[in-house]
Antibody, heavy 120, light 110 residues
Framework: QVQLVQSGAEVKKPGASVKVSCKASGYTFTGYYMHWVRQAPGQGLEWMGRINPNSGGTNYAQKFQGRVTMTRDTSISTAYMELSRLRSDDTAVYYC?????????????WGQGTLVTVSS | QSVLTQPPSASGTPGQRVTISCSGSSSNIGSNTVNWYQQLPGTAPKLLIYSNNQRPSGVPDRFSGSKSGTSASLAISGLQSEDEADYYCAAWDDSLKEVVFGGGTKLTVL
C-alpha cells in the first residue's frame, strides 16, 4: 500500500534551518510529483512547492523562493524539504503529498505531517 | 488573503444538503481542474474530489463536485455528524505557476 512517512517533530531557533524528510513506499517514487504543504496553528493550507523526483526539477511558491530547497534521493525513495532562516511564523505542520500532473494540486496520499516549532 | 475564495463557515442539520463555494479566476479555476480536501481535526488533509467532479474510491457518493467558469462547488448531501470538518479547494495557477488553496470552510453539523 502507498505510504508517505515523514520525519519527526523538530524544535529550532530563529535563524536556523530545518530539513524534513518524506519516505515513499508502495509505488514508483519517480512517477509522481511530491508537493510540500504547510499549515500554521489554526490556519489554512499553504503550498510551498513541489519536486519532480524523476528529473529533480522544482517549482517553489514565490513566498518561499530563496529560503526553501526541495531535493530527493531516488535510491531510497525519499523527498526532502529544507527551509532556512527560520522565523517564529514558520511554526507549522509540514506535509508532503503525492501529485500527478504538472497543472494539478496534490492528490491522494499525504504524509502524517511534521511539526516544526521555531522558538528562542 | 487566499487566491481562491471560500466562505469561512457553513452549517447544516443532519440529512440536509450543503454546498461550499470556491471562487477563483481565469488563471486558476478557469483553466485548470479543482481538487477538494477534507481535514478532520488533528489529521492530514484527505482528497475528497479530484478533477472537478471525480471521487476517489472510498469517498461516499454523498460528496460531489462541480465547476463552472471560474468557480467551483462542493456539495454534501445527507449530511452526517462525521462530516464536521474543514474543507479546502485547490487548483494550479498558470500565472503564478503555483498551487493555490482556498482559505478553507469550517463545516458545522448542528
Amino acid at each position: 500500500q502507498v505510504q508517505l512517512v515523514q520525519s519527526g517533530a523538530e524544535v529550532k531557533k530563529p535563524g536556523a534551518s530545518v530539513k524534513v524528510s518524506c519516505k515513499a513506499s508502495g509505488y514508483t517514487f519517480t512517477g509522481y510529483y511530491m508537493h510540500w504543504v504547510r499549515q500554521a496553528p489554526g490556519q489554512g493550507l499553504e503550498w510551498m512547492g513541489r519536486i519532480n523526483p524523476n528529473s529533480g526539477g522544482t517549482n517553489y511558491a514565490q513566498k518561499f523562493q530563496g529560503r526553501v530547497t526541495m531535493t530527493r534521493d531516488t535510491s531510497i525513495s525519499t523527498a526532502y524539504m529544507e527551509l532556512s532562516r527560520l522565523r517564529s511564523d514558520d511554526t507549522a505542520v509540514y506535509y508532503c503529498a503525492r501529485g500527478i500532473g504538472y497543472g494539478d494540486s496534490p492528490r491522494d496520499y499525504w504524509g502524517q505531517g511534521t511539526l516544526v516549532t521555531v522558538s528562542s | 488573503q487566499s487566491v481562491l475564495t471560500q466562505p469561512p463557515s457553513a452549517s447544516g442539520t443532519p440529512g440536509q444538503r450543503v454546498t461550499i463555494s470556491c471562487s477563483g479566476s481565469s488563471s486558476n479555476i478557469g483553466s485548470n481542474t479543482v481538487n477538494w480536501y477534507q481535514q478532520l481535526p488533528g489529521t492530514a488533509p484527505k482528497l475528497l474530489i479530484y478533477s472537478n467532479n471525480q471521487r476517489p474510491s472510498g469517498v461516499p457518493d454523498r460528496f460531489s463536485g462541480s465547476k463552472s467558469g471560474t468557480s467551483a462547488s462542493l456539495a454534501i448531501s445527507g449530511l452526517q455528524s462525521e462530516d464536521e470538518a474543514d474543507y479546502y479547494c485547490a487548483a494550479w495557477d498558470d500565472s503564478l505557476k503555483e498551487v493555490v488553496f482556498g482559505g478553507g470552510t469550517k463545516l458545522t453539523v448542528l
